[in-house]
């Protein structure tokens, strides 16, 4: 993502995020891929608002929410998190003290398992950075490792504000021995253009997709490849992010912003994603097989975490690519990303 006032374009977010949406139709199954990971769009437990615990957080709740759920990969016998910031209206307001009740969807399917009930966090009870994700407040850690471990496979918590049954929700993927990840930036990588999305913000429609983009996607995933939605927005993004990715066709995976209000550019932005690779292959030893981008920042990037040049292909990019592959039509690309893969995850 290169540059666009996205706070200053909070003040329409919250209509245009209900506006009518178009669902691509999903692409038809490959010969021998791997079956699509689980969509997980199980209805959530029905919430029964309750009250909130302070006067205070009545008024931070007359704004409309921008709660946030983050996801992750992690290893089964590694650490495990569900974490989760609670917010609301154009200054993202802290919701703070107050009790989340917190649901798990195990391996997408079955009933839900209600986890409990977890208090908000405020400046005098902050909790330590975790999973790189320090406590600006209104946040809550849940150590999922305590009981309630995860297997290998794609999960979903839900967490309901018991004040008002305003949500957000997470995925978790805990990857098997040998797992392989694709990388892809979304603005200008997956959308139409590098700013297609501040049209949205504006009121307008949704951007597109390149041509072929969801169906590239695909070719990997059905080769048994996870993949790594990694875009520079704002975290207040999560959610219509996940809509956007959903409606335009693309397969399941793990998604992540940055974690301020008002997203990063330039250098920022690759320094970000540094940071989000270095995260990634610290926590699961994994380098990704496969990256996508668009800009010469993504191009530094992928090559200082590793990334086979060859396996990085950057959509109407020139100049030096340091071996990676321009391409300008996702439609000619998809069929030389799938391979018949081995075996399939969980």
Known sequence: ???????????????????????????????????????CDAPPPAALPRGFRHTRSRHVASGWPRHRGRDLFVRAEGPQWAIAKFAYGPQDDDLEDEDVEAYLLRGCSGDWERLGAFRTSDDDHLHPTTEG????????????????????????????????????DLFIEVLPAGARVAVTDID?????????????LL???????????????HALAGSGVYLFYVTARPEWLVGSTRVWLREQGFPPGILHTTIGVTGAFGRAAARYKTIELGWLKAHTGI??????????????????AGIAPSHCYYHGLG??????VRHDDYRRLAPALFSRPAACAP
């Open 1 to 39: 993502m290169r540059s666009a006032p996205l706070a200053l374009a909070a003040l329409s977010f919250a209509a245009c995020a209900d506006a009518p949406r178009t669902v691509a139709a999903p692409a038809p199954p490959r010969e021998g891929a791997c079956p699509a990971r689980p969509a």
């Open 133 to 168: 994700i320090p406590d600006t407040g209104g946040r809550v850690y849940l150590d999922l490792t305590a009981g309630r471990r995860l297997e290998v496979g794609r999960h979903r918590v839900h967490l309901a504000v018991a004040g008002d049954g305003t949500s957000a």
């Open 188 to 200: 200008g990588t997956l959308t139409s253009g590098e700013v297609a999305m501040l049209g949205e």
């Open 203 to 217: 009121g307008g429609a949704p951007p597109d997709a390149h041509p072929g983009a969801a169906a590239a996607m």
């Open 287 to 304: 380098v990704p097989s496969f990256g996508f981008g668009n800009m010469p920042s993504d191009v530094a990037t992928y090559t200082a």
């Open 319 to 324: 100049g030096d690519l340091r071996g990676g």
